[in-house]
């Protein structure tokens, strides 16, 4: 999902979130997320409780690749934590 205000052209604030497609649910579970919420952009590894925001200096499009790059690895880590 990709959210852009006031527009996804060029944004003051943006979220982008990826999703597990979890089979055995049927449904989708978001792992990971970067937004700008907390007045910087900044990655949140939804798979981890309590996991702490890793600051990034990222715009839309950036955090877009970043995560379509690392979501294979997210996706993963979620399946391995709730499958213990």
């Known amino acids: ?6 527009d996804l ?12 497609n979890d089979p055995e ?8 997320r970067i937004d700008t919420d907390h007045g910087q ?3 949140d ?3 981890l409780e309590d996991a702490p925001k ?14 379509i790059d690392h979501h294979p690895e997210y996706a993963r880590k ?3 934590l709730t499958e213990r």
Do not use: N
């Open 1 to 6: 999902m990709i959210r852009g205000e006031p």
């Open 9 to 20: 052209t060029d944004p003051d604030e943006f979220a982008v979130t990826v999703y597990y």
């Open 25 to 32: 649910r049927g449904s989708s579970i978001p792992v990971a």
């Open 41 to 43: 952009s900044h990655l």
């Open 45 to 47: 590894k939804l798979f």
């Open 54 to 67: 890793e600051w990034m200096d990222i715009d839309l499009w950036d955090a877009v690749d970043y995560l």
């Open 78 to 80: 979620h399946r391995d």
